[in-house]
């Protein structure tokens, strides 16, 4: 979690204010995997922050929603090319992958669970970039 939230902060995703009276507050959870190498044990932990989309309002906090989600029909069609061209194909693990998208519409977020900045007032996260589940 340490090592998502490093990321996050390095890539300016929020920044913390006190909540406007005419917004609504979304929550946000931390969502957890084990990894496995292809022997089948297990490597590393992974853990990302998440949005909860699902209490998002159409009209109000978003106005369209994008999906990221490559098909697989593509990764064949590129294997082929490399197949056909005798190009090079390396595969590489990447460990943070952020949704670089900026945001245009207004999002608060709940601070994350166990990195709550404790001041006088209760802050929010209003999201400058993308979060995973967020619509």
Request: glycine share 4%; aromatic share 10%.
């Amino acid at each position: 979690m340490d090592e998502d939230m490093a990321v996050l902060d390095a890539n300016v995703n929020w920044e913390l204010l006190v909540l406007p009276k005419d917004k609504k507050v979304i929550g946000c959870k931390w969502v957890y995997k084990v990894k496995h190498n292809a022997n089948g044990f297990m490597s590393r932990y992974k853990t990302r922050l998440g949005a909860k989309g699902c209490a998002q309002t159409y009209g109000i906090n978003y106005e369209e929603t994008y999906s990221t989600i490559t098909k697989m029909t593509i990764i064949r069609v590129i294997i082929a090319m490399v197949a056909v061209k005798r190009w090079f194909l390396h595969q590489m693990d990447v460990k943070n992958v952020l949704l670089h998208g900026n945001l245009h519409d207004e999002v608060y977020m709940e601070q994350p669970p166990n990195y709550v900045v404790q001041t006088h007032c209760n802050l929010v996260c209003r999201l400058k970039k993308t979060l995973y589940s967020l619509k």
